[in-house]
Every structure is written in C-alpha cells, then in structure tokens.
C-alpha cells in the first residue's frame, strides 16, 4: 500500500523525499484521512512539477552542476600546484608540474562548461560568453604548456615559444573569468562573495604581473604573485562547492 | 523577501504550524506531525506535511539536515524565524483587536 501510494509521486519528488517520506507513512497505521491527504499531496506535487519551468531546466542541469563543481575544486587544486611547483623547480624537473597544471586546466575547462550551463537559463548570452572566452583561454593555456613540455624554448607558432601561447592563453582565461565573475554575481545561483573575489584575483594577477615587471626585489615579487594565484584557486574552489550545495529542491519544489 | 515570494496559497496555515513546531528546536517529519496534532488537537497528513515542507524549503524559511538513519530533520532558518515572529505577532494584534470588540459587544 505504502510503495503504491509513494509510486503515486513523481520521480524528481520521490528522489528528493522518498525515502524519508516513506519512513513517516510507516510511523503508524495509515487511515482513510492518511490515504486520502496522500492522494492530494501526490497530485499537488505532479500539478506542481508541471506548472513549474524550472524543474526542467534545474533537473536537466544537475548533471551540470556535480561536474561543473568537482571540476573546480579538483581543477583549480591541480592548476595551482602545477603553476606553483613549475615555478619553483629550477633543476629543469618542471615537466611534472606542467602535465599537473594542464590537468588543472582541463578541469577549470569542464568547471567553466558545467557551471555555465547551469546559470545559463539566467543569463544566456552573458553566461555563454563568460564561458567562451575563459575556455578558450584554457585551450590556449594548454597549447602552450604542450609546446613547453615538447619544445621547451623554441618557437611553435610563428615567432611564438610555448610560454608566450601559454601567457596569451592565461591572459585571455583571466579577462574570461572576470567576465564568468560577472554573470556569477548577476545570475545570483552560486556564491557571490567567491565571484567577487574572482574577479578581484583576476584582475590582481593582472595588476601585480605588470606592476613587478622589473622588479628589483624578486622574492616580494613572485611572493605577491603566489598570493593572487593562490587567490584565484580558492575562489574557483569555494564557487565548486557552493555548486556542490546546490540542492536540488528547486527541481521539484513548486513555484 | 517579498510577501509574493512567501505566498504559501492554501499550505499557509499547515506552514504555519510546521514553523511553530520547529521553533524550539530540529524535528523530522512525523515529529512535526505529532507536535501539530498534540498542540492543536487536529491531524496533520503525510501529504500536506511533506507539500508544506517542500514550500517551506524553497522559500528558504527551512533547512534539511543530514538524515539520521531515514529520517531526515528540518531546522527553521534565521529568515523562517523572523517570518514567524512577524506573522504571529500579527495574529497578535488580530486576535486582541477581536476580543476587545466581543469585550466591547458583550458589556
């Protein structure tokens, strides 16, 4: 009786409540007044999922979500230790730290797709576009550090050596994460203090690059720029778990 | 929050009652049940407690916590107990603005 009376439910809904659900129906016998009260609750829940947009849409993306936000956290960790370990390794051991730091990348890309696609439905073009331009970066980034494993200093494209592809990539995943930050803050659906605090790291390891170039005192130097890039990790990371918080009661909760 | 977005339609008084029973502390669902059928002598149904809680959690008035074996508690959030300190003192008001007229009616 109970499983006919729960099948009566939605899916998205069962999932959600199911089980604890079922755990209250099996708390005491169920009278006329407990079936019937069932009944409308489970027609409720079926009227509310149809008359509610965002169950699709959340529903579809939750996939989007769970890749969107293991992607960052275990990305933007990869990203950062390869980053910092290449930097540090002056014994020419650095080729462990760029596979790392490409891996890292390769997930910031999978976190740009999932995450995007999530907020999409928010802000279409902005979110689509904060996607575009980071990933494409990332791609580029990629390209470089594959250039640097492979040809360490000589040029790969046209006059270009693997470290500047790398940079132009870097570059250009920065002024896409600013813009990532942006569609964050306006799509309201993940942490807005950690896109804030993406953009700001951003556009600090912009400011501290240009600012130390020439630098008399190096060590302060690549010690700010540890700090933004440490910066910019975390931000990617804690957007990852709020992501990960997500719960996916507006899938099926009504409007 | 805007009043719009707490609309609770013909869950209001079940919301009501489920956020007075969370108000002294966390309770799973068929706790709630018992507590609103103990303080108000009338039966709370599985169906539209569970319609209710999914209102209340959407709302953000709500919060689920980890489940203790298949029983899953729900604590009121710092927004749902300023939501209930409002709407009950405004059935306060309401209902010493009644009984001063039937006071008023029956002298």
Known sequence: MIGLLLALYPAPWRRRYGEEFQAVLESRPLGPFDVADVLLGALDARLALRLSDRVTEHGGHLAMLRIGGFGAIIGSALWFIGIAGGSAADDGSDTAWLVLAMLGSVGLLLALAGLSGFQAHLEPRLAWAAFGIPALGTVVSVAGMVGMTLMQDEPIIGTWSGWGVWMLGLVTTLLGSILFAVATIRADVFSRRAAVALAVSSVAIFAIGFGTVGATNESLARLLTAGALGAFAASWMSLGVSALRRRPIRAIAPA | ?107
């Open chain 2, 1 to 107: 929050m805007t009043d719009s977005k707490l609309e609770l339609g013909r869950f209001a008084e079940p919301s009501l009652l489920i956020l007075v029973s969370l108000s002294d502390g966390p309770k799973h669902g068929y706790a709630i049940m018992t507590d609103v059928e103990a303080g108000t002598g009338r039966p709370l149904g599985p169906g539209t407690l569970y319609a209710a809680l999914a209102r209340l959690e959407e709302r953000g008035l709500i919060e689920a916590l980890d489940p203790v074996e298949r029983r899953r508690p729900y604590r009121l959030t710092g927004l749902g107990a300023s939501v209930l300190t409002d709407q009950l003192a405004s059935l306060e008001a309401f209902a010493k603005l009644g009984l001063r007229r039937l006071g008023a009616q029956n002298r």
